[in-house]
C-alpha cells in the first residue's frame, strides 16, 4: 500500500510538472489569439505609456500608464505595467492568476482591480481566449516601468490623472 501511494505521488508530481511546462511554452496560434484579443480588448489604450496624453510610447506598449483615472470617493487610479517585468510589471503573476484578474478583477494578493478595469465585460471570456491572453502578456518582452502610486480619496495625485465632471 505504501508503495502504491509512493508511485501515485511520484506520477501526480510528474503529470503537473508536464502541465506546468505546457503552459509556459505557448503555441504560436495562441500568442497569435492573444495578441488579437489585447488588441480588440483595447488594452493598450490605457496601459500603454503617453497614450492617454496623445504621444503613445510604442516602444513600451502595455508598459502601463502616467496618466491615471480618477474615481469619486475611490481614489487616482494609475493603470499597471501589464508587461513580465518582475519588479514593476506581471513578472510574478502566473499565467491563471492573470486570467483570474482579467474575469473577476482580484489580484494575486486578492485586492480588488479598479472598477475602470472593465472585468465585468471580460468575465465571459473563454478559458482559450483568457488564457490566450495571459500566455500573450507573459511572452512579451519586459519593460521596466513604474507607474505613479494609487492616491486615495483625500490623498493628492503625484501625477495627471482624468476625472469625471458630473454637472
Known amino acids: 500500500m505504501q508503495k502504491s501511494l509512493s508511485n501515485l505521488a511520484i506520477l501526480t508530481a510528474a503529470l503537473f510538472s508536464t502541465v506546468a511546462a505546457q503552459a509556459q511554452t505557448a503555441p504560436k496560434e ?3 489569439r ?3 484579443l489585447a488588441a480588440i480588448m483595447d488594452c493598450g489604450g490605457c496601459h500603454t505609456p503617453g497614450l492617454l ?3 503613445p510610447d510604442r516602444a513600451r506598449r502595455l508598459a502601463g500608464s502616467e496618466v491615471g483615472f480618477h474615481i469619486p470617493g475611490l481614489g487616482i487610479f494609475y493603470p499597471p505595467n ?3 517585468d518582475a519588479e514593476t510589471g506581471l513578472g510574478r503573476w502566473s499565467e491563471q492568476d492573470i486570467v483570474k484578474a482579467v474575469r473577476t478583477g482580484v ?3 486578492g485586492r480588488q482591480l479598479a472598477p475602470a478595469m472593465p472585468y465585468q465585460s471580460y468575465s465571459t471570456l473563454t478559458d482559450a481566449d483568457a488564457l490566450a491572453l495571459a500566455s500573450y502578456l507573459k511572452s512579451l518582452a519586459p519593460v521596466r516601468n513604474q507607474v505613479p502610486m494609487l492616491a486615495g480619496p483625500t490623498e493628492k495625485a503625484a501625477a495627471p ?3 469625471l465632471a458630473v454637472p
Open 34 to 36: 492573444g495578441e488579437y
Open 161 to 163: 490623472y482624468l476625472t
Open 30 to 32: 495562441r500568442l497569435q
Open 107 to 109: 489580484r494575486p494578493d
Open 53 to 55: 496624453l496623445g504621444k
Open 82 to 84: 501589464l508587461t513580465p
